[in-house]
């Protein structure tokens, strides 16, 4: 079965650089999301791609079998629930179990 | 404005009956998909349509049915087969199944 698996929670202090990891067991891989997720609100796709790419402060690692979103100078209001989603050969994405992204003064 | 629209934001419904949870988007998407989300559990797919007049289960179809009958409109229907139907429902559109998907802002859903 298509699986994506990710942390349930990350820490970190504010102005750090965060990683977010994600591996999965998707068949035939060969795409990434990571979506940012405030309780209430609508998923908001951050960055995507089979390759590295950045959008803005984020930075996104790919390998066959896992990416990394980077937050660079994160800050108190980034603390929401990070989703990683990979797509392979069924199209439809699979999510992972979304990442709360915890952030220290 | 383009976007996905999820109405009510919050819908209460007594056990046992059935809900109809509604979900439009004018980005003219081929695609549209339902998802569910608990505490812990990540977003799980319910339905999906790639076309009108077609859908396909997700990982967790049972108790749900949908309908694709125009292509702005993806309505969930929770029925009262669905044994813990409380959760929040988010519903996503994309150009077609190879395409990155847009989400809408939600409805929560609290059966009592």
């Known amino acids: 079965k298509d699986q994506v698996f990710q942390p349930s929670t990350v820490a970190s202090s504010e102005g750090a650089v965060v990683e977010i990891f994600c591996n999965h067991s998707?068949?035939?891989?060969?795409?990434f999301f990571w979506y940012l997720h405030f309780p209430g609100c609508a998923p908001r796709l951050l960055v995507k791609?089979?390759?590295?790419?950045q959008q803005g402060r984020y930075n996104m690692t790919y390998e066959r079998f896992s990416s990394s979103l980077l937050i660079l100078q994160v800050r108190e209001a980034d603390a929401a629930v990070y989703y990683c989603a990979c797509q392979g050969g069924s199209y439809i994405p699979t999510f992972g179990r979304g990442t709360s992204l915890i952030v220290h003064p | 404005d383009g976007g996905i629209t999820q109405s009510p934001k919050y819908l209460f419904r007594k056990e046992g009956q059935n809900v109809t949870l509604s979900c439009e988007q004018n980005l003219n998407h081929d695609a549209m998909y339902w998802y569910r989300q608990d505490p812990g559990q990540g977003l799980r797919l319910i339905y999906y349509?790639?076309?009108?007049?077609?859908?396909q289960k997700g990982d967790i179809a049972e108790g749900y049915s949908v309908s694709r009958e125009k292509k702005e409109s993806f309505p969930l229907t929770v029925t009262s087969a669905q044994k813990n139907p409380t959760a929040f429902y988010l519903c996503?559109?994309?150009?077609?199944?190879?395409?990155?998907?847009?989400f809408g802002p939600g409805t929560r859903l609290t059966v009592t």
């Open positions: 998707v068949s035939n891989a060969y795409n």
């Open positions: 349509s790639q076309i009108v007049n077609d859908f």
């Open positions: 791609g089979s390759k590295p790419s």
């Open positions: 996503a559109s994309s150009m077609t199944e190879i395409h990155e998907q847009y």
